[in-house]
């Protein structure tokens, strides 16, 4: 049997594939996406759908990887699981992808309206201060859980992350009487909490710590805005469960 990577199926020479890989890479990291998961949604557009083992040929990515870039896809909504043995992978309709990526921008940006609205009414700079990396992103999302006293409210894309390297803080934080509020996709696990929401297609990653604390952090958590003010972190809070209430205003409508 002959096994066809991208290169065969679009037909395009070495160097062109390439550089559109290397193109579409930048622009799909832009959304949170890292080399791998880009190279697999590339795959599954191409084919539609496929194993992973069947990606992992077709992106030219090691199979293990694959795997990985699935599942991630598959948390992130881009692609769907069928069942069987092997496991086949679809991808979701481009027009639905789009809509999904497009309504989490404009969920960011009317967070960045809302700090810089703050900013403007308030008349005081320096305000908001960014933290870049993963590794000091998380690391600050850790201090934060350990100094909240009253209520933490963690509404992230990336909750298997979070929880994975911070379960026992928050745990912590929950035994010792913090209310906790988690807003997570749905079938991830979460640590423990007062109160669990279930809503897809969440955007960026906001923690607010008592009320007077707030952090924004992009999907990857590769960056994040960070104040110490109480006024961005009681609007954000707020904002964050108008949206929730207005969510569950809509399925009550349905």
């Known amino acids: 049997m002959v096994v066809l990577n991208l290169i065969d199926v679009l037909n395009l020479d070495l160097g062109s594939i390439e550089e559109e890989y290397h193109r579409v890479a ?17 795959a599954m557009i191409a084919k539609g759908h496929a194993t992973a083992e069947e990606v992992a040929e077709l992106a030219r990515v090691p199979r293990t990887s694959a795997y990985k870039a699935l599942q991630s896809l598959k948390e992130k909504g881009f692609v769907s699981l069928a069942g069987g043995r092997p496991a086949l992978y679809h991808a979701v309709p481009l027009e639905e ?47 934060m859980i350990d100094a909240a006293r009253s209520s933490i409210v963690l509404s992230s894309p990336s909750m298997s992350e979070i ?10 934080a929950f035994k010792r009487g913090v209310n906790v509020l988690i807003v997570a996709e749905p079938s991830v696990k979460v640590p423990e909490a007062t109160n669990l929401v279930r809503k897809r297609n969440l955007s960026a990653t906001d923690v607010i710590i008592d009320g007077s604390v707030a952090l924004i952090a992009s999907p990857d ?3 994040c805005g960070y104040s110490e003010n109480p006024f961005i972190a009681t609007h954000l809070e707020n904002f964050v469960k108008a949206a929730l209430e207005s969510r569950t205003e809509e399925h009550e409508n349905d």
């Open 26 to 42: 930048a622009s799909l990291a832009k959304i949170g996406l890292s080399d791998y998961e880009s190279k697999s949604y590339v």
């Open 97 to 143: 992808t789009r809509d999904k990526v497009v309504g989490e921008i404009r969920e960011a940006f009317d967070k960045l309206q809302l700090v810089q609205g703050i900013l403007s009414e308030r008349g005081t700079p320096q305000l908001v201060y960014t933290i870049s990396g993963r590794k000091g992103v998380m690391a600050k999302i850790g201090e």
């Open 163 to 172: 929880r994975s390297e911070h379960g026992q803080r928050i745990r912590d």
């Open 221 to 223: 958590l590769g960056l």
